[in-house]
């Protein structure tokens, strides 16, 4: 009865273990697989990461990208935000979705959806105060879910901590 038991012990502990280690190697990947998406974010964008704030809104009628400068005085960066944010909107407006593609380093989910129903979805340019956005609108039911689709995995890819619920 007591060898079972110490056996039984010896197993559980073993099992704990191999559970422990796992969970580490996910968060060293997990924490790789960001800095991976930062450094290329960075190269795709031409502005750095830890200078600026993204959000990833999802709308009754699209979304929204919108990316600000931290510092309101920081004119490069504001400058180089507005630049990629028109540079997005016009590139997928024609279902050109390579930039997150290379970013995210794989097919970004929503985005052969949305390049097929182009047409469909809006994409306007709008500058904010320290930045610009994205406004996504279609009224294609296809589309809209396909759009949040895509702003759901930025959310989550790019961890901004936005609401993941349309509102």
């Not at 012990?9 to 190697?25: D, E, N, P, R």
């Not at 800095?35 to 699209?62: E, I, S, Y």
Request: hydrophobic share 35%; with cysteine; net charge negative.
């Amino acid at each position: 009865m007591k060898i079972k038991s110490i056996i039984g012990c010896i197993i559980g502990t073993a099992l704990l273990a191999i559970v422990a280690i796992g969970a580490q190697l996910n968060l060293v990947q997990d924490h790789k697989h960001t800095d991976d998406v930062n450094k290329r974010g960075d190269q795709a964008m031409g502005f750095d990461h830890l200078k600026t704030t993204h959000h990833f809104l999802l709308k009754n009628d699209g979304g929204i990208i919108q990316v600000e400068a931290n510092d309101a005085s920081d004119d490069t960066s504001r400058d180089q935000i507005r630049m990629h944010m028109r540079h997005i909107s016009h590139m997928f407006s024609t279902g050109d979705f390579n930039i997150p593609m290379f970013v995210h380093d794989r097919e970004v989910p929503g985005t052969k959806t949305m390049a097929r129903l182009k047409d469909s979805i809006n994409y306007g340019y709008q500058e904010t105060k320290d930045g610009a956005r994205v406004v996504i609108i279609s009224k294609d039911t296809e589309g809209l879910k396909a759009i949040h689709e895509f702003l759901r995995f930025q959310i989550q890819d790019h961890k901004t901590n936005d609401p993941m619920e349309v509102k």
